[in-house]
């Protein structure tokens, strides 16, 4: 309750109850037989349920005895009988926990509109001295309806945040006709007591006989109207939890999740004293209170992990907006400040208003403390769902900070038993039932889910799947962390054992990168057109649970191809043609579905595009790392790989030689033979220096006719025996393009740590003796020194 509805409710009372109070310290007089008969009556009927029943509700007939006591009784007498019928048909309607401000509230107002009534009736009696009784007590019976309904509509209009005309209209203009009627029988009654019993019952008893009858016709015709209304607002909310469903079905839990929401609040809201009309306003409200997540995109409202301020502003959006809709569904109850209110927190720390404490709508803070346990209680997409005690424990916590400490109170008293009824009803939503006419009557629980809230939740999974695989497809260009990525989100889609995918290479296909199998597949190639992907590839159509026999898997592992007994497999087709081939195998029979082919082929295009600019960036980086001509690695990759094997060697004692070698001759090739056989010169001793060094030996081209080979744990007698080998291969190479012997290498070695500690220092110290070694070399040829002394400095035979 705001604090500007506490402040009228507080002018209503002390005004009511110190107009009460007055009239029994100067009111004498009236007639104890009638009013003790007067009060009975009241009595009787406010516990009998007896009143006139309408469309919109019952009311009780209770004011034709104050209307009578206008005229027969004193003030404080016919005061009583008000403030006696409000409390006994509060109580009758009260099924939970009294609220005494409530009741003194309503006390109040009936006081207020008797003393209107009386002073109405006295001023018509003065101004109309012939019309008496037939004109004062209509008035009467007007005043004491607008004086009642007007106070109650305005409390009702401030608690539910609407217009003081709009609760006026739908709760209690409709009842102003029956004032009126009870003003004619309260004049009936003023008469008939003053004359002797018998001539009284022979008056009343034929009216009464005609009035039963008239009564019964009465009735029967309004009970069918009231029933017809109430079988169209069951099936205006079953339409509308109906299209609540499909609006919340991001997964089939939604049915579940709001039957729940349902129950759980229309049970604490009667355990927190709600009534009937304000349960039925809950129920609603439970079930509509995300309607306003419609404005809100899937990639916020399912995102895993934390939102981001920006997100959590948008979020912040939809109570209004669900409040917003509901209104235009003009229910008969209030349900609309409900949804707006119920992420408002009692500490006033919530949205959209920043409402606190009483100010929230009770309805709102039940359904607040209910989201709370049931969102603990459900799975999420960043967490499983707490056990019961759990859940409550932690919503203990959020007494007086988020929520109200009596609806959290109320809540843990009832926790175990809410969850017991949930599971013991059915989750089903709602089936509209037709008559034999074809016309719709009522709406029942069904007793099996849907298959259209299955279809719902499968084309929402498939958008938010989509939505995920495009983020991984935009977070990397290395195609193997993006395989890997997609094959863990296949994973949660299908189940399956081997993904490959297949790499176009001119005319063929090539196993390229591989989760699962890699045993079975690695180094797999075939023609387009050949085996089951080759085929893919060829025809450019997807194929689903095909038979993987079809593969050319013969000769590798004869048991493990015949353990696959189904494939799923698309072409990855971009703009320039087929890249690759995507293909899925498991070990069972019809394992894929058409839902996930159609998820695969709607992905495609984006991971063809995303194969497409991997295998381009791959080739900027070869182009960035690696010598074009002869496909070694260039300066750059040297020094950052010798740096790293520093460090290594350093951090475990092993020895490393760096070797530095240069081409003797090589300009005579290039003006000889030509630039292009200098080329083949400087690839062919590339391949020469890689096929004679080992699987972890480096070789780069340092730039020219100049390499670099680095050689981890090799010892001073490997080195020379590798010193050989490699003039040998310069040597050989030169001679078949050439025909004669126009090259040879000229090398000199460092070794760590020897010769120094750092890349900088081993490279500098190694180019020095290749220098050393090329000019004695030039002095060999120039007959300045023997051939045995370069031999015996070069460690050579």
């Known amino acids: 309750m705001?604090?500007?509805?506490?402040?009228?409710?507080?002018?209503?009372?002390?005004?009511?109850?110190?107009?009460?109070?007055?009239?029994?310290?100067?009111?004498?007089?009236?007639?104890?037989?009638?009013?003790?008969?007067?009060?009975?009556?009241?009595?009787?009927?406010?516990?009998?349920?007896?009143?006139?029943?309408?469309?919109?509700g019952t009311i009780s007939i209770g004011f034709i005895f104050i209307l009578a006591g206008l005229a027969q009784l004193s003030m404080g007498?016919?005061?009583?009988?008000?403030?006696?019928?409000?409390?006994?048909?509060?109580?009758?309607?009260?099924?939970?926990?009294?609220?005494?401000?409530?009741?003194?509230?309503q006390a109040a107002v009936v006081v207020l509109?008797?003393?209107?009534?009386?002073?109405a009736f006295d001023f018509v009696l003065r101004q109309l001295p012939g019309g008496r009784m037939a004109a004062a007590l209509p008035m009467a019976a007007t005043v004491l309806f607008i004086v009642t309904a007007l106070p109650l509509a305005t409390a009702t209009a401030m608690k539910e945040r609407v217009?003081?005309?709009?609760?006026?209209?739908?709760?209690?203009?409709?009842?102003?006709?029956?004032?009126?009627?009870?003003?004619?029988?309260?004049?009936?009654?003023?008469?008939?007591?003053?004359?002797?019993?018998?001539?009284?019952?022979?008056?009343?008893l034929p009216l009464l006989l005609l009035l039963y009858l008239a009564y019964g016709l009465q009735i029967e015709a309004l009970a069918r109207e009231r029933q017809h209304a109430e079988e169209l607002a069951t099936l205006q909310l079953s339409m509308v939890e109906a299209l609540a469903l499909a609006v919340e079905s991001k997964e089939l839990s939604a049915v579940d999740h709001l039957h729940r929401m349902a129950s759980y609040a229309v049970s604490l809201g009667r355990a927190v004293g709600l009534r009937e009309p304000e349960l039925r306003a809950l129920r609603t409200a439970a079930v509509l209170h995300d309607i306003g997540q419609?404005?809100?995109?899937?990639?916020?409202?399912?995102?895993?992990?934390?939102?981001?301020?920006?997100?959590?502003?948008?979020?912040?959006?939809?109570?209004?907006?669900?409040?917003?809709?509901?209104?235009?569904?003009?229910?008969?109850?209030?349900?609309?400040?409900?949804?707006?209110?119920?992420?408002?927190r009692w500490d006033g720390n919530g949205y959209p208003q920043g409402l606190k404490g009483e100010e929230i709508p009770l309805e709102a803070r039940v359904l607040a403390a209910v989201d709370t346990f049931v969102a603990l209680c459900s799975d999420r997409h960043h967490r499983r769902a707490l056990s019961v005690e759990k859940a409550m424990a932690i919503v203990r916590q959020e007494s007086g900070r988020g929520l109200d400490p009596d609806v959290v109170k109320a809540l843990d008293e009832v926790y175990l038993k809410l969850s017991d009824d949930a599971k013991a009803t059915a989750a089903a939503p709602p089936r509209i039932v037709k008559g034999k006419d074809g016309k719709v009557v009522a709406a029942e629980t069904a007793e099996e889910t849907p298959g259209f809230l299955a279809t719902i939740a499968a084309a929402r999974q498939e958008e938010q799947s989509l939505l995920e695989f495009t983020q991984i497809l935009g977070s990397s260009l290395h195609l193997r962390e993006t395989l890997k990525a997609i094959s863990r989100g296949f994973?949660?889609?299908?189940?399956?054992?081997?993904?490959?995918?297949?790499?176009?290479?001119?005319?063929?296909?090539?196993?390229?990168?591989?989760?699962?199998?890699?045993?079975?597949?690695?180094?797999?190639?075939?023609?387009?057109?050949?085996?089951?992907?080759?085929?893919?590839?060829?025809?450019?159509?997807?194929?689903?649970?095909?038979?993987?026999?079809?593969?050319?898997?013969?000769?590798?592992?004869?048991?493990?191809?015949?353990?696959?007994?189904?494939?799923?497999?698309?072409?990855?087709?971009?703009?320039?043609?087929?890249?690759?081939?995507?293909?899925?195998?498991?070990?069972?029979?019809?394992?894929?579905?058409q839902p996930q082919l159609g998820l695969l082929l709607a992905l495609t295009p984006k991971l063809a595009l995303t194969v497409e600019n991997s295998l381009r960036f791959r080739e900027a980086e070869t182009q960035a790392t690696f010598d074009f001509l002869t496909g070694l690695p260039n300066a750059g990759s040297l020094f950052l790989h010798l740096q790293n094997e520093l460090s290594r060697s350093a951090r475990n004692g092993a020895d490393l030689a760096v070797l530095v070698c240069d081409l003797d001759g090589f300009k005579q090739v290039n003006d000889r033979f030509g630039h292009l056989t200098g080329n083949k010169l400087l690839q062919g001793v590339a391949?020469?220096?890689?096929?004679?060094?080992?699987?972890?030996?480096?070789?780069?081209?340092?730039?020219?006719?100049?390499?670099?080979?680095?050689?981890?744990?090799?010892?001073?007698?490997?080195?020379?025996?590798?010193?050989?080998?490699?003039?040998?291969?310069?040597?050989?190479?030169?001679?078949?393009?050439?025909?004669?012997?126009?090259?040879?290498?000229?090398?000199?070695?460092?070794?760590?740590?020897?010769?120094?500690?750092?890349?900088?220092?081993?490279l500098a110290k190694a180019d020095e003796l290749m220098y050393q070694d090329k000019s004695m070399r030039k002095a060999m040829r120039a007959g300045m020194i023997p051939a045995a002394a370069h031999s015996w400095m070069t460690g050579t035979d």
């Open 2 to 56: 705001t604090k500007k509805a506490k402040v009228y409710q507080s002018l209503i009372l002390v005004l009511g109850l110190g107009l009460a109070v007055r009239q029994s310290l100067i009111s004498s007089g009236g007639n104890d037989e009638l009013f003790l008969s007067y009060l009975a009556l009241t009595l009787l009927t406010s516990l009998m349920r007896l009143g006139v029943p309408t469309a919109a």
């Open 77 to 105: 007498q016919t005061i009583t009988i008000g403030i006696t019928g409000t409390i006994v048909h509060y109580l009758r309607d009260t099924k939970a926990r009294i609220e005494w401000r409530a009741l003194l509230f």
């Open 687 to 762: 391949a020469g220096f890689k096929e004679s060094c080992r699987e972890y030996d480096f070789v780069a081209r340092l730039g020219g006719d100049e390499f670099v080979i680095v050689l981890p744990g090799a010892t001073d007698e490997a080195v020379k025996l590798r010193r050989k080998r490699f003039s040998e291969m310069v040597e050989r190479v030169a001679f078949e393009l050439c025909g004669e012997r126009v090259a040879s290498l000229s090398l000199g070695i460092a070794f760590f740590p020897q010769d120094g500690r750092s890349a900088e220092e081993l």
């Open 163 to 204: 217009s003081v005309w709009r609760v006026l209209h739908n709760r209690f203009l409709w009842s102003l006709p029956y004032y009126l009627a009870g003003a004619a029988l309260a004049g009936l009654l003023t008469a008939l007591v003053q004359l002797p019993l018998w001539q009284t019952v022979a008056i009343i």
């Open 491 to 593: 994973r949660k889609q299908m189940s399956f054992d081997t993904v490959v995918l297949y790499l176009c290479n001119e005319k063929r296909l090539e196993a390229t990168y591989i989760e699962g199998d890699n045993e079975l597949f690695s180094g797999l190639s075939m023609n387009i057109g050949e085996g089951l992907s080759g085929s893919v590839a060829d025809r450019r159509k997807p194929v689903l649970n095909a038979d993987p026999a079809g593969e050319p898997l013969g000769g590798r592992s004869p048991q493990k191809p015949l353990r696959l007994k189904s494939a799923m497999s698309v072409p990855l087709e971009g703009p320039h043609g087929v890249v690759g081939v995507l293909t899925f195998y498991s070990e069972k029979q019809e394992a894929f579905a």
């Open 113 to 119: 509109g008797i003393e209107a009534a009386r002073i």
């Open 294 to 344: 419609v404005a809100i995109p899937d990639h916020v409202i399912m995102k895993p992990g934390r939102l981001t301020p920006e997100e959590y502003e948008r979020l912040k959006v939809h109570p209004d907006v669900g409040a917003d809709i509901i209104e235009r569904a003009n229910f008969p109850y209030s349900v609309a400040p409900i949804v707006r209110a119920h992420h408002e």
